[in-house]
């Protein structure tokens, strides 16, 4: 998915599909664990040479390969860049009718600060991008990614108080064993 992103992003605009394959590229990408996959591939030679002869030819070596590059290009690689030039899904036009202009209601010289939330903007979970709905109770579609848009990211509270009560547990016994 990655490769066919990279080549559509060589000339811009991209297309529209370009922008859903980087979207599901991104959301898989925590879990392609090649380096695991390697350790198991190796792991499975060693007990199975015992058993046969075991040559492992051009595709261990490209393994190891690709091992090593994948974590290389997840470095150097900038989702940004590549979603600054992915043509909106659902055109220029409409989508930029929905674009905060300006932030009104505002005033600089008072030192009052105005949320994104109180604007009415919503933030693409994907590919970051600061947009108005088309409906005020039903965040919709982001107009670039086409990833579903939430006003509020869901059981946000739920998942902090699972997340402290996890890390107390694991920090608690430590200090009753001493």
Do not use: N
Not at 79 to 106: C, S
């Amino acid at each position: 998915m990655m490769l066919a992103v990279l080549l559509a992003a060589r000339r811009p605009p991209l297309p529209h599909w370009s922008g859903e394959l980087l979207r599901w590229a991104l959301h898989m990408h925590p879990w392609a664990m090649y380096d695991v996959m390697l350790l198991g591939i190796l792991v499975a030679l060693i007990k199975i040479a015992q058993l046969a002869t075991v040559d492992p030819g051009v595709g261990l070596f490209a393994m190891g390969l690709l091992a090593v590059l994948l974590p290389a290009i997840a470095v150097t690689f900038d989702a940004r860049e590549v979603w600054k030039r992915v043509e909106w899904k659902h055109g220029d036009d409409l989508a930029a009718r929905h674009l905060p202009t300006r932030i009104t209601g505002a005033r600089p010289m008072s030192g009052a600060v105005v949320t994104g939330a109180q604007a009415g903007l919503v933030s693409c979970e994907t590919c970051k991008l600061l947009t108005r709905p088309v409906h005020a109770e039903h965040a919709g579609h982001c107009p670039r990614c086409g990833a579903t848009l939430e006003v509020r990211r869901v059981q946000s509270l739920q998942r902090t108080w699972a997340l402290i009560i996890a890390a107390a547990i694991c920090y608690v016994p430590p200090i009753c064993c001493r």
